[in-house]
């Protein structure tokens, strides 16, 4: 059994699927382990790094995959829409490759990997369960990616964040509103509330609250009916038109004291809900801040430009991407020890052990044996239902 760590290939990607002490566990069960030439060096790993728990150093990408059972990577097919395509060839059947596939969004790159015979696992589509937290990639990546858009929009904005009482007189706190609590909101919350600031936030999942109150932040609450706003996995529910309407009608007057909004609200394969209009944007004081969390997805707020800081209305929007890739070091330990636990639960006997009767192993594998066998994927790409029961054979 060979386990294969890729390089990335996204410009500015600069995590690593395994560290050094994720290797560490399958060299002494005895798998080999390959690591292409600097791999982890963007992240903070050398060669030596892995070289020295037992791993073996490949220059050679081809060679790499010609001899891997299984392949990590971090942006894998589909996720990384710049140039994976140059990995398709270097597939086979029988072999499985691990990592970030964006299936939702990018249904086909299953078909295009079930293609080759190789078997693809999708880590965004591991259960919210307690027995998978410790492989929930989305959760480990949105922590940091919470953590980083506090730190962006305090570079951003024209003041600091505490309250300082100086000679020269008392500097008030910054404002800060978070919306969309999820994993990265709270994040978020925690941080600018550890720096000072006074924050409030807002779902529209009315669980959110305590979650809100947790972390020393105050909820903003609407006059909306919101009970029916959340769906599986705690994300929530994608909404009417004219429940957003109202909802921006209410916010914009609570925007308009804010020094600094940072909005993560998200649907699986799904546009991101616009939550701050540009009328919201021309009520908000000049030199205010947005970051956007959601620009990779179309973005929260309806001036937002993935990718770019724009100005608009006296007000700083920025759509950064891929924020966990900015905390290179620490994303690729938090990733790594998810994508560590998870090859455990595949590898029985020091092989790989497809149970499809496990539900983090039904739910995450979107192809194999040269068919496309999630059930949601087959739906969006329009393809008939198949046996459950004999998709693991």
Known sequence: MIIGITKELVAGERRVSMCPENVRPFVEAGIEVWVEENAGLAAGFMDSD??????????????LFAGADIVLQVQSFGSNTQNSQQDLPLLRPQQLVIGMMDPLAA??????????GATAVALELVPRISRAQSMDVLSS????????AVLLGAEAAPRILPMLMTAAGTLQPARVLIMGVGVAGLQACATAKRLGAVVEAYDVRPA?????????AKPVELDLQTES???????????SEEFLHRQRQLMTEVVAQQDIIITTAAIPGAKSPILVTEDMVKAMKPGSVIVDLAAERGGNCALTKQGETVVAHGVNILGPENLASDLAYHASQMYGKNMQTLVELI???????????????????????????????????????????????
Not at 141 to 148: E, F, H, I, K, P
Not at 367 to 391: F, W, Y
Request: net charge negative.
């Open 229 to 239: 706003s959340e769906g599986a996995g705690g994300y929530a529910k994608e909404q």
């Open 208 to 216: 959110a609250r305590e979650q809100i109150l947790s972390v020393g």
């Open 107 to 116: 249904p086909q790159a299953a078909q295009q990997v079930a293609d080759t």
């Open 347 to 393: 590898l029985e006997d020091g092989q790989a052990n497809l149970d499809f009767n496990d539900e983090i192993i039904a739910g995450t594998v979107v192809a194999h044996n040269g068919e496309v066998t999630h059930p949601h994927i087959r739906k969006l790409l329009d393809l008939p239902a198949i046996d459950t029961q004999q998709q693991g054979k």
């Open 141 to 148: 990546m949105a922590t940091l990616a919470g953590y980083r």
């Open 50 to 63: 892995y070289k020295a728990v037992g791993a073996e150093i490949a220059a050679d990408r081809a060679a």
